[in-house]
Structures are given as C-alpha cells and as structure tokens.
C-alpha cells in the first residue's frame, strides 16, 4: 500500500501560504483581499 500524498509539514506551509508569503506579492495581497472581503475568521495559515 503506498503513503497517502498528504504528508504535512507546518515549515514549508507557513512559508507557503503564511501571512507574511501572502503580503509579500501583489497576487498574494488580492487574496488577502478577497478573504477580507468574503469576511473570513483567517486570512491565512
């Protein structure tokens, strides 16, 4: 039986998706904005 494709790890997450990754782009601080917009509890990971 094979591992299940899934294997998460918080680092590389954060990195990732985090707050900090999201703001540091222009298409990331869209959808921050659409999330703020759409009236999430969290913005990101």
């Known amino acids: 039986m094979p591992k299940r494709t899934f294997q998460p790890h918080?680092?590389?997450r954060?990195?990732?998706m985090g707050f900090?990754?999201?703001t540091s782009s222009?298409?990331?601080?869209r959808i921050?904005?659409?999330r703020r917009r759409?009236?999430?509890q969290r913005l990101a990971v």
């Open 10 to 12: 918080v680092k590389p």
């Open 14 to 16: 954060k990195r990732k």
């Open 20 to 22: 900090l990754a999201r």
């Open 26 to 29: 222009p298409s990331g601080r």
């Open 32 to 34: 921050l904005r659409n």
């Open 38 to 40: 759409k009236g999430r």
